[in-house]
């Protein structure tokens, strides 16, 4: 499959080493206004100049590819995934799919009326503890569920340049980053959220101009409660990227922890009421996280296999994702 990537910022340059080298995708080129940026592609990816395009116009003229790898500001979403489903292109978006509801369930319906495919980089289920995590919840290891709970803590109030977005952006721990977490949440349950109520605040010593912090309490469609603590300025102990998790069922308990250096490890645990903790064992998957989704989409592309983060099942994630921050703007339920 023929991929061009829109977007070589420093994730997307990040995104580039992983789709040059992917097996089955053949790297068409990469599109960016940024001389400096298709600088770098030449340099080192060793691409030439017939493969590096200022704009998705001049692709469109002078390369030929099936799909696009779209790593633009999620403020761009809309417009440049409409424009390449306009030219009869498939679609891999980072998240999020797009910064309004609204503008994902226009993408959703392009995508849908042109039959091609849509597909949002949920990579986080694409860990191997997650997927253990999803295996034993499904197969009834702790049995119906009760509560499900995760904690994600991460210092990031230095992390980033002093001008980085984030420490500018309204609710950034929530639509940066707590997108994994309730996608994960969905992945995991194979359930919605059908209320929650939620609370941000504000972390002073952090380069945070609004609330890098937040607590959710939410409902699930058969009554389970889940409750979600973010911190993006803490001053407590670092989890994973992947966060903590606790699913407590009528037979049992499942944990996830670990994986603070490296969030492709973790520790899943299976505690039986009356029995001893068991460690699960981890897979080894053939493709992790962004690999992982990059595969998921090719398969989609080639061999028609539907992905689970399809843009219209990306919708119930992003529907959490805003609904919390209306919660928070307008601290109700």
Known sequence: MRVLQIG?????????????????????????????????????LGMTGDQLFPSFAEALLNAEFEAVLLVTPPATHHIVGLQSIAADRHVLVEKPLASTLDDAVTLVAAAEAAGKVLMVSQNYRHRAPARVMHGAIREGAVGKLITVTCQHRRKTSRLWPEDNFRYQMRHPLVIDMSIHHLDL????????????????????DSRYVHDPAVAALMTLTDGTVFRYEGDWATHGQQTSWNGDWEVLGEEGILRWTGGEDDPMTGVVTLERWDEEPLALPLPELPFVDRAGTLEAFRRAVEEGIEPETTGRDNLGSLRIVFGVVEAVERAER
């Open 185 to 204: 949440l969905r992945m995991l349950t194979g359930q919605e959220v059908t209320s929650l109520d939620a609370r941000g605040w504000r972390v002073p």
């Open 8 to 44: 070589l910022g420093g994730f997307g340059r990040s995104w580039a080493g992983i789709a040059s080298d992917a097996p089955g995708i053949e790297y068409a080129g990469v599109v960016d206004p940024d001389p400096s940026a298709r600088a770098w592609a030449r340099d080192e």
